[in-house]
């Protein structure tokens, strides 16, 4: 028997968001959304045995953290007292500062994992198991085009990610402009509760996500950029609203955020093919066509705060390596 495995996923964006939850214990959505996967920001994870049976432990970057979380995901898929493991992760990309870290992090886990317990499972199982990690992490387990259905049965079980269509379907490219390194203030999480929990603008939110998932599926399938530009940007717009409305409101953005949401907006309405997303923190996600992507780059890196610009095309769902 094997004694470690190793796997490896990108990051994935939302298209149409995800923000709040129908279970919290379970970690189940509230509402489905939609995803790109990304080739060159992943996470690449190995599991490993532990020589003596103590606690799992965990490392992210070589530092170790609270392993408590990936106990958690561990259980799901090894044998009733089975081995303790050590967890070893490491993103190509800055941790923590709303760039997915968590979703390529748990979905690289639950592959690696799944194949060192020799618990066979496809895709759409290992994302219902990768989601009580984390609800994004669920769409990392599919590359391309990627939509995570809420579902409706009380224990979660029909709440699993589903491939739409493989990144050569749409080659688009994704520009990350990062306007501030460090951690973010406040976690996805707490800031989903807290719009769950405070914001008189939270259920009109949730109420939009099914119309804008038929919206923004059908735009990928006719690879209408317009359509899909249109629903991407109003869907991260009405989230951060849902999440402005919050009490205390949460102001993830900061001025060089909202001068690429600008610059953006004017250069596709000069004709370039390129929008926006964003989500829990302040870096921006121009989502071009390939042949936009230096120019996209070249504005975002002249905008006063932008830090770092990050160039990836879309790419595969979580696998061994
Ligand atoms: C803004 O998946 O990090 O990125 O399920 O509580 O771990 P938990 O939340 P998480 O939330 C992601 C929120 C988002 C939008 C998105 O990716 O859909």
Known sequence: MATSATARAGANIALVKYWGKRDARLNLPAAGSLSITLAALETVTTVSLAP???????????????????????????????????????????????????????????????HLFGVELGARELSVIARQGSGSAARSLFGGFCQ????????????????????????????????????????????????????????????????????????????????????AESSALKMHASALAASPGLLYWNAATMACLHAVRQLRADGTPVFFTIDAGPQVKAVCLPEAAGRVATMLTAINGVREVLRTPLGPGARLV
């Open 148 to 231: 995570m259905h809420a579902g409706e049965l009380p224990g979660g079980e029909d709440c699993h990610a589903e491939g739409l269509f493989e990144a050569s379907h749409w080659p688009l490219e994704v520009v990350v402009a990062i306007t501030d390194r460090g951690p973010k203030a406040v976690s996805s999480r707490d800031g989903m509760n807290l719009t769950m929990a405070t914001s008189p603008y939270y259920r009109a939110w949730v109420d939009t996500v099914p119309g804008d998932l038929a919206l923004a599926r059908e735009a990928i399938a006719r690879r209408d950029f317009e359509a899909l530009a249109a629903v």
């Open 52 to 114: 003596e049976p103590a606690a799992d432990e965990f490392f992210l970057q070589g530092r170790a953290e609270d392993a408590a979380p990936v106990t958690r995901v561990l259980d799901l898929l090894r044998p009733p007292a089975g081995p303790r493991c050590r967890v070893d992760s490491a993103n190509n990309f800055p941790t923590g500062a709303g760039l997915a870290s968590s979703a390529s992090g748990y979905a690289a886990l639950v592959v690696a994992a799944a």
